[in-house]
């Protein structure tokens, strides 16, 4: 199974003061990496945590894999915000669908319940999801 982190994974681990701490530390634990990503991700995560530094470690370990060329998936990734505007879909969600899209067998790892559970790959089938508990 190919493990794809959203955000809200990374900067609960990242951060020991987020309410998902423990749950993203027991994931890392538990999972074998890599997770895949995708750029925009890493740039919120970066923003939130106020540096780059951490996850730019985690990519240089090998814990993170940027498994998405934004530029040659643009236009599928554009049609999902089209799509989902009305929730409205931020980039780094509808890079998460598209990943799920592409690795077969994939699963979101993401602490948006609400959107995700709403989200579709390939117009239909529901995106593969772990959720805190």
């Known amino acids: 199974m190919k493990k794809i982190a959203d955000a809200g994974l990374l900067i609960g681990f990242l951060d020991r003061k987020d309410?998902?701490?423990?749950?993203?530390?027991?994931?890392?634990?538990?999972?074998?990496?890599?997770?895949?990503?995708?750029?925009?991700?890493?740039?919120?995560?970066?923003?939130?945590?106020?540096?780059?530094?951490?996850?730019?470690?985690?990519?240089?370990?090998?814990?993170?894999?940027?498994?998405?060329?934004l530029q040659a998936e643009a236009a599928a990734v554009r049609a999902l915000a089209v799509k989902y505007k009305d929730r409205p879909m931020d980039l780094g969600d509808a890079c998460c669908v598209r990943l799920s899209e592409l690795l077969p067998g994939s699963v979101v790892y993401t602490v948006d319940r609400t959107d995700f559970s709403v989200y579709r790959k390939h117009n239909r089938q529901s995106v593969p999801c772990i959720f805190p508990t």
């Not at 240089?60 to 060329?69: E, N, R, T």
Request: hydrophobic content about 45%; aromatic content about 8%; overall charge negative.
């Open 19 to 69: 309410s998902y701490h423990h749950w993203a530390a027991e994931i890392f634990e538990r999972e074998s990496p890599p997770f895949h990503t995708a750029e925009p991700i890493l740039a919120e995560v970066a923003a939130v945590m106020g540096t780059p530094d951490e996850v730019l470690r985690m990519l240089q370990l090998g814990d993170l894999v940027i498994s998405l060329d």
